[in-house]
């Protein structure tokens, strides 16, 4: 059973087309699509995360191939509104979006409110690299913390992303320069999905400059992709029935493996071997850099780089960031720092990234136990990966003091 509630027409032309981009490259391809709290699209009865991820991968197990695209995109063409954009063995996610994900005092969702308020997200050579949900977000103003969605692909590995996906899907995406001509001869529609021949070259090199000003592509280190992708829309217009329009999205997609492994992900013990892991539930770390507020990811390397001067085995960029954030909600709206990192506006970067940097390096030397769990991914424990055991052994010993 489908059910959907709260979710835009646009957001669903939008996941559509993404979809149609997708399969017309990797027919067999699952994908399953971030939703933002407060919006319900669930497919199969995948709606809670603790139950999604085993639910999904049975999904992933008896996926078929999907059905002829063209035939497919004019059937839904023909009922835009009677289903959900997803084939029969898609799933969806559900985004994390800050406070609103999980359940949280007021003191906590005003902690992040003013976190963002006076710590923005900043653009990379003037383009936001982070995900707005502005239709379904129930908290203005805040990015959303996960890419659009996952596609999942049978043997896909993170090599793959750059040297495989990437050239085919964006020889998809036509170029900006064909916008105003399409549009004025078809109509509004801009994009071809049928199956391109992609020259062996392209596999190997991928000109970024070119791709970026072309066509709004990049690949985003190490698991997400960007496109502006070409969706069509009905449009407001009065003057013609069923007309519709064409806009360019800015889209964030990561890649998997066709079986996400939740087992393997827990036992895991190589930080690397995690990271590649990671995306197959929803998790890009590349979007979180680009999405919280700058103070929490310079608090992030800060402690990085601490770590790295007193242990020959440092703990992994996911932890210390996971950390950062149970620091954010644990410790930051009770501390007497609050009021100057998120009030004062004398209060500069550098002094707040060091400030959450501390506050965090005490949480874990005093109670490393309440950052076993991935904030940003809550199915994931850290207690089997490298150096997170040894952390155990040293508490209310680890050098605080050299971050004050």
């Known amino acids: 059973m489908m059910v959907i509630s709260a979710y835009s027409t646009a957001s669903i032309c939008h996941a559509e087309a993404l979809r149609l981009l997708v399969t017309a490259i990797f027919p067999s391809t699952s994908i399953v699509f971030s939703i933002p709290k407060g919006s319900q699209m669930c497919a199969g009865g995948a709606v809670v995360e603790g139950a999604l991820f085993e639910k999904l991968h049975q999904k992933l197990l008896r996926a078929e191939p999907s059905s002829d695209v063209a035939e497919e995109y004019c059937d839904l063409k023909r009922r835009p509104s009677e289903d959900l954009p997803v084939s029969p063995h898609g799933g969806c996610l559900q985004a994390r979006n800050g406070p609103l994900s999980t359940p949280c005092s007021p003191d906590v969702a005003d902690v992040w409110r003013t976190l963002y308020l006076k710590w923005p997200p900043q653009p990379v050579a003037g383009r936001p690299l982070w995900r707005y949900d502005s239709e379904e977000s129930s908290l203005r103003g805040m990015p959303c913390w996960t890419p659009h969605a996952v596609a999942y692909i049978g043997g896909f590995e993170a090599p793959d992303l750059r040297q495989v996906v ?171 720092t609050a009021a100057f990192i998120l009030h004062e506006n004398a209060c500069s970067l550098a002094e707040a990234s060091k400030s959450i940097a501390f506050l965090t390096a005490s949480l874990v030397s005093s109670s490393p136990q309440e950052c076993w769990n991935n904030f940003f991914l809550p199915v994931e424990r850290f207690e089997a990966e490298r150096g997170v055991r040894e952390l155990m052994d040293t508490i209310n010993l680890l050098p605080v003091g050299q971050l004050q």
């Open 166 to 336: 990437a050239p085919q899907l964006f020889s998809q995406v036509p170029p900006f320069s064909s916008d105003t001509e399409v549009d004025r001869t078809f109509g509004g529609r801009t994009f071809d999905y049928r199956r391109q021949k992609v020259p062996k070259f392209a596999s190997r090199v991928l000109d970024r400059e070119f791709l970026l000003r072309e066509k709004g592509c990049a690949i985003h280190e190490p698991e997400l992709l960007e496109m502006a992708l070409p969706v069509t829309f009905p449009s407001n217009s009065s003057l013609k029935e069923n007309s519709t329009e064409t806009r360019r999205v800015r889209t964030f997609i990561s890649f998997a493996g066709s079986e996400p492994n939740l087992r393997a992900l827990q036992v895991a013990v190589d930080p690397m071997h995690r990271r590649a892991l990671r995306p197959a539930f929803g998790y890009s770390i590349a979007a979180l850099k680009f999405a919280l507020p700058p103070p929490l990811v310079n608090a992030t390397r800060l402690l990085r780089q601490w770590n790295e001067s007193w242990s020959p085995t440092p703990l992994s960029t996911a932890f210390w960031l996971s950390a950062v954030g149970h620091a954010v909600e644990r410790r930051l709206p009770m501390d007497k």
